[in-house]
């Protein structure tokens, strides 16, 4: 069935060190890769995303990097900031039949970021 | 351009009870789907309603029902309350045409809590 690993569960870093997450999909079917941040008390807010027919995309200090062989796709944060720490999530979505399907989503990565 | 809204944006049940929550679109935004999120099991798509229609439906029990307004607002409705059901219920918003953006945007989320 539709499944998304997301490692590493937590992750603690210097201010100004970067941040990697990596996620796993399983349904072939995927074609929509999102990245969200979510902080105490606030719906997640979709801050990143990446399409099937694209290998990697770029938004200042965030990028995302999707190989569709492995069914992998990653978050990398650069110069990371206090204001980075948070929970985030990545999902997957097929695009049945022309329009978004349901999100998929990892189970979450509390990232900390040491000042 | 205003956001996804949802009210109210905390709930105390208690078991057996039926509660309905709202949810307000992006403006232009036909499609609304329904998350619950727990600690337990992360974050799950319940459905997905288009243009008044239910497009795709998650695995949730009977009880979880939902409908779309001709003005896109949507509403969900659980009925025969559990305490398992305490959980944040997120409404995210999207375009939803075929072609069109699939990304999706999150309210700020419901907390229901069921004694």
């Known amino acids: 069935g539709e499944n998304v690993e997301q490692h590493p569960s937590t992750l603690s870093v210097q201010e100004g060190d970067s941040a990697v997450i990596k996620c796993t999909y399983s349904?072939?079917?995927?074609?929509?890769f999102p990245w969200y941040k979510q902080e105490l008390g606030k719906g997640p807010q979709l801050i990143i995303d990446?399409?099937?027919?694209?290998g990697e995309k770029k938004d200042q200090r965030i990028a995302v990097t999707l190989n569709k062989t492995a069914k992998h796709f990653s978050l990398h944060i650069t110069e990371t900031q206090p204001e980075d720490s948070a929970v985030y999530f990545c999902a997957g979505a097929g695009n049945y039949g022309g329009a978004t399907n349901k999100l998929i989503f990892g189970t979450g990565t509390l990232l900390a970021v040491q000042p | 351009k205003a956001g996804v809204t949802q009210t109210p944006r905390y709930l105390i049940k208690t078991r057996g009870q039926q509660v309905t929550l709202s949810c307000s679109p992006i403006?232009?935004?036909?499609?609304v789907s329904w998350y619950q999120q727990t600690p337990g099991q992360g974050l799950q798509f319940l459905f997905e309603?288009?243009?008044?229609?239910?497009?795709n439906k998650g695995n949730f029990p009977g009880r979880f029902s939902g409908r779309q307004f001709s003005n896109s607002r949507s509403e969900m409705n659980v009925s025969t309350l559990e305490l398992g059901d305490s959980a944040l219920y997120l409404c995210?918003?999207?375009?939803?045409?075929?072609?069109?953006?699939?990304?999706?945007?999150f309210g700020p989320g419901t907390r229901l809590t069921v004694l």
């Open positions: 309603y288009f243009s008044e229609t239910q497009r």
């Open positions: 990446i399409r099937s027919n694209v």
């Open positions: 349904d072939s079917a995927s074609n929509y």
């Open positions: 403006s232009g935004h036909r499609s």
């Open positions: 995210a918003s999207s375009l939803g045409l075929a072609g069109g953006g699939p990304e999706q945007f």
